[in-house]
């Protein structure tokens, strides 16, 4: 079995980096043979969504189990679809982390969190509740303004929504730090969107000040 371990280097006498999307590697273990090979995270320098990017990665290189510090909802979430079992709260080195799988001296995020309809529950009255909080800071109340939580990949659900209500126009932010539009826009959702949306779209960088009307 292949384990994915978020590690600051790449061996397994490494500590594990406690970050899961922004760890500087991934020790990934054949744990019956204690063979391995590392991988530089790329998902570290994107400005958003590093997360869900680092879970594709691993999930694509053949992991069904990733041994990590911390690993945010919408990961978990990802891996969780992908049928990879997360274990955090993990310290150490590599090989100390994949010796207490082994032994089962260690339990998984679901059993911490709940099922898997829990976990998405959770996630969903968590989005719910941001989204009204949005809403209300930017006065978007009332009946002529519906506010909706869709599960699935962003920029295919955006335009899905998009098309079906025959938006003139998409307003989406953007977490970029860098003043390079490259290094904005790679691997974020608001590049994705740009590629793919049909309607026209407008980005707004977090600086920018603004007020919905």
């Keep these: 079995m292949k384990i994915a371990v978020s590690a600051g280097g790449n061996d ?34 994107l400005g958003g969504g590093a997360g869900i990017q680092a879970a594709q990665f691993v999930a694509s290189k053949g992991a069904r189990t990733v041994i990590t510090g911390d690993c945010g909802p919408n990961a978990v979430q990802t891996l969780s679809a992908a049928g990879v079992e997360v274990f955090v709260g993990q310290t150490g080195t590599v090989r100390e982390a994949i010796e207490r799988y082994k032994r089962r001296d260690i339990k998984a995020t679901h059993d911490r969190l709940g099922k898997e309809d829990e976990i998405k529950k959770k996630l969903f009255l968590v989005a719910k509740s941001r989204l009204r909080d949005f809403a209300r800071e930017e006065g978007l109340e009332g009946n002529h303004v519906e506010k909706v939580v869709c599960e699935g990949t962003p920029c295919i ?27 904005i826009f790679f691997g974020s959702t608001a590049e994705r969107v740009l590629r793919f949306i049909t309607r026209p779209v407008l980005c707004i960088p977090p600086e920018a000040h603004y007020r919905m009307r």
């Design 157 to 183: 659900e955006i335009n899905k929504k998009a098309v079906e209500v025959d938006a003139e126009m998409v307003i989406i932010g953007n977490q970029g730090k860098s003043g390079d539009m490259k290094s």
């Design 12 to 45: 397994l006498d490494s500590q594990i980096d406690p970050r899961f999307g922004r760890c500087a590697y991934f020790v990934i273990v054949e744990a019956d043979y204690m063979s391995f090979e590392a991988f530089d995270n790329e998902s570290n320098a």
